[in-house]
């Protein structure tokens, strides 16, 4: 009986993605959710709301770097300065385009472009490379008690 208790404390208290929490990013126009694991440790979780109905949610990280996802925004992405500059081969996948490098200071980014939805990271230091790509590879969309897998 006690190694079922610690069994099952050990298996509540155990993240399904270690080192992720998981956070939901709604856009109520839509009846629509996107469900993330983003790296713990933010500094600061932000929303941003544009005139026209675009939205992004948004967390900054001590060690400067970024992550978000949009839905119709309105305005450039972080990363926008490096697509425009990007040579490398964009990936097409279900439907959308995967974008992806790094910055002068060797920092990683990437962007990932499904219909009216991005997400992405910029200015992540490869130690943490694996944990960002995590967030960006388990993005999911729940639209009225379905989820569509987003996966690239």
Request: with cysteine; hydrophobic share 40%.
């Amino acid at each position: 009986m006690i190694r079922l208790l610690i069994l099952l404390v050990i298996l509540t208290g155990c993240s399904v993605y270690p080192g992720l929490k998981k956070r939901t990013f709604s856009f109520t126009m839509d009846k629509s959710d996107v469900v993330l694991f983003v790296p713990a440790r933010y500094k600061a979780a932000q929303m941003r709301v544009g005139l026209r109905g675009g939205i992004e949610q948004f967390y900054r990280y001590n060690h400067g770097a970024y992550l978000y996802v949009s839905h119709r925004a309105e305005w450039n992405s972080s990363n926008d300065q490096f697509i425009a500059q990007d040579t490398t081969q964009r990936v097409q996948a279900n439907g959308g385009f995967i974008y992806s490098g790094r910055d002068k200071s060797g920092l990683f980014w990437k962007e990932v472009r499904v219909d009216s939805l991005r997400w992405g990271y910029s200015f992540v230091p490869v130690n943490l490379l694996p944990q960002f790509e995590q967030f960006a590879n388990t993005v999911r969309v729940t639209e009225r008690g379905t989820v569509k897998s987003l996966k690239h």
